[in-house]
């Protein structure tokens, strides 16, 4: 496993992630923070694009809990169902939508604690809500973070928690709200899983991946 980098090489990596694009966003299409919240739990093993064309048309019709406790299980199944695993989906999001009715009056909690206790929405989910609905500095680890922050010694860790916490230690914190979807569009776009475009890379001369492509 490749060293963390140190303090003034993370500077000058989020300096440039920065000045490449001052307002990263992420690519889920959502309306509010409760289609926000459907639209990251639909999208575990499914990409970003997938998940949009198939809210596309639910979230005109099912925005709010109680839209979609309306809608129902079977109905919900419809829209979609080119999700993978679109029937576990659907019912957990039946269930959370029930308890976001009974249990917060509608609304979504923005605590992580709160928002883990439903159904289908782990820690990855929450940290997403968070850092995208509540402005607030939460890392969502998932394969291209993780992937990045190995290769290149951004946030070295063997699982998800421990890249989460290298993240949240060695980040700037002027860096830290945006830094989840910098290193998730440096993962998707320019250092993919198969073979990394480093020579389109911003922060090759920094990264500590020993197999960089030309
Ligand atoms: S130089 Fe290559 S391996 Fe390193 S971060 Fe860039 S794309 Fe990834």
Redesign the pocket.
């Given at each position: 496993m490749v060293k963390q980098l140190p303090f003034m090489t993370m500077r000058e990596i989020f300096r440039r992630f920065h000045q490449a694009e001052p307002e990263p966003k992420g690519e889920l299409e959502h309306v509010n923070a409760y289609t926000l919240v459907v639209a990251v739990a639909l999208s575990a093993q499914a990409t970003d694009a997938g998940v949009n064309k198939a809210t596309r048309a639910l979230f005109q019709i099912a925005d709010t809990p109680d839209k979609m406790l309306a809608l129902g299980e079977a109905g919900l199944v419809e829209h979609i169902k080119t999700i993978g695993l679109f029937r576990q989906k659907a019912k957990n999001v039946i269930k959370l939508s029930r308890i976001l009715v009974e249990d917060y009056g509608g609304e979504v909690p923005n605590s992580r604690a709160a928002l883990q206790s439903l159904p289908g929405v782990g820690r990855k989910t929450a940290n997403v809500v968070l850092n995208m609905w509540w402005h607030y500095p939460a890392q969502a680890v998932d394969t291209h973070i993780f992937r990045?922050g190995n290769?290149?010694g951004i946030a070295p860790g063997k699982d998800v928690v421990a890249v989460e916490r290298a993240i949240e230690d060695n980040v700037p914190a002027d860096y830290a709200l945006h830094a989840h979807h910098w290193l998730i569009l440096?993962g998707r776009y320019?250092?993919v899983a198969r073979k990394?475009?480093?020579g389109a890379?911003i922060?090759?001369d920094l990264?500590l991946?020993e197999e960089?492509?030309l």
């Amino acid at each position: 496993m490749v060293k963390q980098l140190p303090f003034m090489t993370m500077r000058e990596i989020f300096r440039r992630f920065h000045q490449a694009e001052p307002e990263p966003k992420g690519e889920l299409e959502h309306v509010n923070a409760y289609t926000l919240v459907v639209a990251v739990a639909l999208s575990a093993q499914a990409t970003d694009a997938g998940v949009n064309k198939a809210t596309r048309a639910l979230f005109q019709i099912a925005d709010t809990p109680d839209k979609m406790l309306a809608l129902g299980e079977a109905g919900l199944v419809e829209h979609i169902k080119t999700i993978g695993l679109f029937r576990q989906k659907a019912k957990n999001v039946i269930k959370l939508s029930r308890i976001l009715v009974e249990d917060y009056g509608g609304e979504v909690p923005n605590s992580r604690a709160a928002l883990q206790s439903l159904p289908g929405v782990g820690r990855k989910t929450a940290n997403v809500v968070l850092n995208m609905w509540w402005h607030y500095p939460a890392q969502a680890v998932d394969t291209h973070i993780f992937r990045v922050g190995n290769r290149s010694g951004i946030a070295p860790g063997k699982d998800v928690v421990a890249v989460e916490r290298a993240i949240e230690d060695n980040v700037p914190a002027d860096y830290a709200l945006h830094a989840h979807h910098w290193l998730i569009l440096h993962g998707r776009y320019i250092c993919v899983a198969r073979k990394p475009k480093c020579g389109a890379c911003i922060i090759r001369d920094l990264c500590l991946f020993e197999e960089k492509t030309l």
